[in-house]
């Protein structure tokens, strides 16, 4: 069955580091692609989206890449900090009509001073 | 400017009790949804309402039912709880009207319902 996934349920970086999250997804007509970020105890936060006709894009200290060949999506984060520990959720739209988001299960950030 | 307020942050249910989940933006976004999630998995939809006095069905919605009570509120409600019902619940909203695709949502910060 189709799906959105994560390479990786855990990443631990140093404080400075760059990290790189990836998430695969197999559904070739999905065309919105998010990235949101979930502290402990919180609700997911917007960080950053993509259209399918784009191949990347660029927020503060985030950037979206999109592989539309190898239907992969990554959030690259620069100059990590601690404050950027936390869940990162990939999703994808398949919506038709209406918002359907289908979210990944996550991947838990771990930022080291 | 809140956002996406929920309401209880926390509750516990006897298995049979019914409870209300409470929603509420000041965005003046169009639609409002609902979700659960569990350990281990993304978050599931349980219930969207695309404009106001629209509601329809999402991914999981068993077991509960909803009512879009003006532009601003959107409520779930657990008519007879079960222990699968135990999950951290989530509202959202967005600006499109009719839910278009391709939008971002805003969430709330959640509640944590555990069914015992």
């Known amino acids: 069955g189709e799906s959105v996934g994560l390479h990786l349920p855990t990443l631990s970086v140093q404080e400075g580091d760059n990290s790189i999250i990836n998430c695969a997804y197999s559904n070739s007509a999905s065309d919105y692609f998010i990235w949101y970020k979930q502290e402990s105890g919180k609700g997911p936060q917007f960080i950053i989206d993509?259209?399918?006709?784009?191949d990347k894009r660029q927020g503060q200290r985030v950037t979206v890449l999109l592989n539309k060949t190898v239907k992969h999506l990554s959030l690259q984060i620069a100059a990590t900090q601690p404050g950027d520990s936390a869940v990162y959720f990939c999703a994808e739209n398949r919506g038709t009509g209406f918002q359907k988001l289908v979210f990944g299960t996550g991947t838990r950030l771990l930022v080291s001073p | 400017n809140a956002g996406v307020t929920q309401t209880p942050k926390f509750q516990v249910l006897k298995t049979g009790q019914s409870m209300t989940l409470q929603c509420a933006q000041d965005?003046?976004?169009?639609?409002m949804y609902w979700y659960r999630q569990d350990p281990g998995m993304g978050l599931r939809l349980i219930y969207y309402s695309a404009s106001e006095g629209t509601t329809d069905k999402g991914e999981v919605p068993n077991g509960y039912n909803v009512s879009r009570l003006n532009k601003r509120e959107f409520s779930l409600r657990l008519e007879s709880a079960a222990p699968s019902q135990t999950s951290v619940y989530f509202c959202a909203s967005s600006e499109a009207l009719g839910g278009t695709p391709n939008e971002k949502l805003f969430f709330g910060s959640g509640t944590q319902l555990s069914v015992l």
């Open positions: 993509i259209r399918s006709n784009m």
């Open positions: 965005m003046n976004h169009n639609s």
